[in-house]
C-alpha cells in the first residue's frame, strides 16, 4: 500500500464476487483499483481513488477475465477447412497432412489473429498445446495475454520429441513480466508411449514442471485402449506417473467409472479442460462427466479446442453450452445453474490451468484479469438473474473491455495491442503453401 | 421495370443465393436493387444503378433476413425468471402464474424490446403465439418488421377462446402493408381438446387460415398421450383435422417413428420448428427429429421459442445449435452440414411460416428482406469455406444491417425504429407487478 496514484481504477461497476464458500456473488456499484499488475481493493465507488488511468465502468459488470483451459491457438488458421467430418478424417486426410506444412511464421499469425478474437471475446488467458511454441510464447508478450504454454510432442519424433517440449518449458517459464507459465506437452497416450509418458512424469517431478496432454478424449479412444493394451487411458496416465504430476487432461468424454477413483487418488494436482462444442460437432456419444468429476473434486475448466474444430475461440459459448449439454446429459435441469457454470468459468478454470491463487476471483492480491461486460443490449434486458443473464443471454461480444495484469489490451471494442487486418492480410498470403496437401506427408496418424 | 431510380441499392456484396435445386451458393461482388419493397434484380457490382438510397456493402455478406418460426416475442420481460427447473415446475410455478398478471402494455413493451432484439440478431419475420397480440400487431407495424401472428387460447377459455384467435386471424390478417400474416393459434393438445381442435380445422378450411400450435413438444407428452388416450399427439392432430389444414408445429420433439406417415400424407402443408437451445436447458431426451422429416418432406424451419426458457431470441445460434445437435442426436459428424443449416435458415424456414414464395432467398420477386453480415472480425477469419463461416464461427452481433420490405430497420448496428433504452426503462417500472406470484392464479394448469 502506498499513497501515491493507483495505476488503474475501474469506477462504478457491479463486480462478481466469490464469497469464502466460493459461491458467486455480485457487488453491486463498486471500484477496482489496481497497482503493479495486482488488484489492490475493491471498494465502494464513492470512496475517493487516485489512479493514473480510470475506466469508467457504470452500468457495467465486472468479471474476472475468461480463461481458454485448452486449445491451440495458431489452429484459427484452419478455421473451416475440415467440416462435417468423423474425427480420424479429420486427423488423417486434412489437419495432421496440413500441419506438416507449418512454419513458426504460420503460428506467429495464427497467435496474434487467435490472441485478437480471445481479447475481443473477454478472455484473458489461454492454455495452449501446439507446435513452435516460441513463436506463441513471443506474441503473449507482445499483445498483453497470459497464458500457459506447452511445446507439443508425439513419441515417433524420438527423444527429442520430449528434449524440445522439456527445453522450451524451462526457457519460457515466467517469462513476459511472469504472464507465461509452461508445461509438459506430450500429445495423448495413443500418440506417446508408456516409455515417453513415464519419462515426461519423471521430468516432470525433477522440474517442479505440470503436464497438459489429451487423454479420453472419446469414447472410441478408450475402447480402443482397452481392446489394445487392456487399460484405459486414464490407467495409463496413473501406471506411467502422469497422475502423480500436476496434469490438465483434455476433453476426457471418454472416462469411465472405473477411472474416477484413480483421478480422486492422483498424487499431483488434476484438473479437465471441456470444450462441449466440437463434441456435438464430431458426434462424439458422450461429453465430460463434469458431474462426477464434482463429485470427486476434480475442477474442470473451460475451453474451446482449436478453431479447426470448435470453428471460434469463443469461451463464452463455452460456458453456455457447458451448462446446456450438461442438463442434458444427465437428464436434470437443476444440474449446472448459471452460478455453477460461472464458477467454472473462474475458479475452476484457473486451478485448470495452475493459476488458483493468482486469477479467476476479483479479489485483493489477485492479477487484474478483469473483463467489463456491456449488459444494455435488448437481448439481456431486463436483469431477473444477473448469473443467468450473463450465461445464458449474453454473448462474446457484449465484452467492452479487456484488462491483463492491469493493462487495457481492449477499450470499448477497440483492440490496442494487435493490428488484424494487417494479420488477417499477411496470413491471407501463406494460405495456399500451408494448405497444400499433395504431398501426402502428415504430421502423425490417428490410429488411437 | 422502370427507369426511375430505384429505392434501395445495396452494392458490392456477396450474395447467399439458391441454385435451381436449392443449393446454396454465393454470389461474389454484386449489387441487390429493391424496388417497392420486391427485390428487383441481382446484378454484378459493375452494373451501374440509380437508387434514392444506397448502401456500400463492400465486404459484407448479404442474406436472407432469418426467420424465427416460433417464439413468444412478449416473454423477453421475463427473461431469467425460471432458471434451470424441470419443465412442469417452469409452467406451474412461475410462467403460467406470472402470466395471468400480463396486461397488453405488458405485451407491447415485451414485443418492443424482443424486436429490438431480434432486429439487431439479423431476424427480419418471427411466428409468434401468446395473448393480447394485437398489442404485437401494432408493435410489428410501427417497428418494420414482419410476422406470422396467431392468438393463443386453451379450451379452458371456452368457446370465446377459439372465436377470439380467429376474430383476431381474421382482422389483421395482410396488415402492416401485407408484413403481417396470421394463424388460428390453439395452444397444444394437451390444453385444447378435440373437439375444439376439430372446430378449429374447420375454421381453418372456412377461412383459408393456417394453424399455429405446440405438439408433441417433449417425449413425456406423447409419453402421456399414449397413457390417457392411446394415441400420440400427432395421431390427434390427424384426427382432429389439424394435418389437413396448413400447419406450424412447434418443437415435435415427442415426434415418433409412428407419427411420421400421417406427417407425410397430411392434407396440409405441415411444418415443423425447431427451438433446440430449451430442448438442452430442459434435459428434454430427444430433440426435433430433423433429419426423418428431412426424409418425408416436412420443412423445419429454425426458432427459439420464448426468452424465458431460450433467455434470448437469437436464431444465429439456433442454426448453429440446430447444426450441431443434430450431429450429436444422429451419432453423424456428415449430417446437418453448414449449407444444410442454411437451407433451414432460409427456405425451409419460410415455408414454416406459410411464406415459402415471398421470403427465404435473395432472388428477383422475392422480398426484400435482407441482412449483411461484416466478417472482417478476427473470429471469422480466415474465410476457408463461407458456408461454414456463416453458421459455425459468425455470430448474430456480426449482423450489420437489417433490412426488410426494403426499409432499412438497423444501418451499421444502429436501431432505426425501435427506442431501446426507453422500452426498457418503461417496462422496468411494470416488473414488480409482473411478476407477483401471490396471488396463486395461473393462465393454465401443465398436465400435458
Same mark, same amino acid.
Given at each position: ?21 466460493? !459461491? ?19 471498494? *465502494? ?6 489512479? !493514473? ?9 465486472? $468479471? ?6 485448452? %486449445? ?10 475440415? #467440416?462435417?467430418?468423423? %474425427? ?28 485478437? #478474437? ?5 478472455? %484473458? ?12 510464447? *513471443? ?54 508411449? *508408456? ?66 477413483? $484413480? ?85 475452476? =478454470? ?15 492480491? !489477485? ?12 437481448? %439481456? ?11 445464458? =443471454? ?41 494448405? *497444400? ?12
Amino acid at each position: 500500500m502506498t499513497d501515491s496514484p493507483a495505476d488503474l481504477a475501474v469506477t462504478g461497476c457491479t463486480v462478481l464476487v466469490h464469497d469464502e464458500h466460493e !459461491r458467486i456473488g455480485f457487488r453491486e456499484d463498486a471500484t477496482i483499483v489496481v497497482r503493479d499488475g495486482v488488484i489492490e481493493s475493491v471498494s *465502494d465507488a464513492a470512496t475517493p481513488v487516485e489512479a !493514473r488511468q480510470r475506466v469508467d465502468a457504470r452500468g457495467q459488470v465486472a $468479471l474476472p477475465g475468461l480463461i481458454n483451459c485448452h %486449445t491451440h491457438a495458431p489452429m484459427v488458421a484452419l478455421r473451416g477447412v475440415a #467440416e462435417d467430418l468423423p %474425427t480420424e478424417e479429420w486427423f488423417n486426410d486434412v489437419v495432421w497432412p496440413v500441419e506438416s506444412n507449418l512454419t513458426a511464421k504460420d503460428v506467429e499469425l495464427g497467435a496474434l489473429l487467435a490472441c485478437a #478474437e480471445m481479447i475481443r471475446g473477454g478472455v %484473458t488467458c489461454f492454455a495452449d498445446h501446439y507446435f513452435s511454441m516460441d513463436a506463441v510464447a *513471443d506474441v503473449v508478450a507482445e499483445c498483453g495475454m497470459r497464458a500457459h504454454l506447452g511445446e507439443a510432442f508425439f513419441t515417433s519424433q524420438g527423444p527429442q520429441g520430449r528434449a524440445g517440449s522439456l527445453e522450451f518449458a524451462l526457457r519460457r517459464r515466467g517469462a513476459a513480466g511472469g504472464r507465461i507459465t509452461t508445461a509438459l506437452a506430450p500429445h495423448a497416450p495413443y500418440t506417446v508411449d *508408456d516409455a515417453d509418458l513415464a519419462a515426461t512424469a519423471e521430468l516432470a517431478r525433477t522440474h517442479g514442471l505440470p503436464v497438459h496432454l489429451h487423454a479420453s478424449e472419446n469414447r472410441d479412444q478408450t475402447q480402443v485402449s482397452l481392446e489394445r493394451h487392456g487399460v484405459t487411458p486414464i490407467e495409463v496416465l496413473r501406471r506411467t506417473g502422469i497422475l502423480d504430476t500436476d496434469v490438465l487432461i483434455a476433453h476426457g468424454t471418454g472416462i469411465l467409472d472405473r477411472d474416477l477413483p $484413480l483421478l480422486e487418488e492422483a498424487g499431483g494436482r488434476v484438473a479437465v479442460a471441456s470444450a462441449p462444442r466440437g463434441y456435438l460437432k464430431f458426434a462424439w456419444p458422450t461429453t465430460t462427466p463434469v458431474r462426477a468429476l464434482r463429485e470427486i473434486g476434480v475442477p474442470v475448466g473451460l475451453a474451446t479446442d482449436g478453431a479447426a474444430s470448435n470453428n471460434s475461440l469463443d469461451v463464452w459459448e463455452s460456458m453456455a453450452l457447458t451448462a446446456l449439454v450438461q442438463k442434458s446429459a444427465t437428464g436434470d435441469p437443476r444440474w449446472l445453474t448459471a452460478r455453477q457454470a460461472l464458477h467454472h468459468a473462474t475458479l475452476q =478454470s484457473a486451478r485448470a490451468v495452475g493459476l488458483g491463487d493468482r486469477i479467476g476471483g476479483i479479489a485483493p492480491g !489477485r492479477r487484474a484479469d478483469i473483463v467489463l461486460v456491456d449488459l444494455s443490449g435488448p437481448h %439481456t434486458q431486463p436483469v431477473h438473474d444477473l448469473a443467468a443473464t450473463l450465461v445464458h =443471454s449474453a454473448r462474446s461480444s457484449d465484452v467492452r473491455t479487456t484488462i491483463v495484469d492491469g493493462r487495457i489490451l481492449m477499450r470499448d471494442r477497440e483492440l490496442l495491442t494487435i493490428d488484424v487486418p494487417a494479420v488477417v492480410g499477411e496470413l491471407a498470403g501463406r494460405l495456399p503453401a500451408l494448405l *497444400d496437401r499433395g504431398h501426402g506427408r502428415r504430421v502423425q496418424e490417428y490410429d488411437t
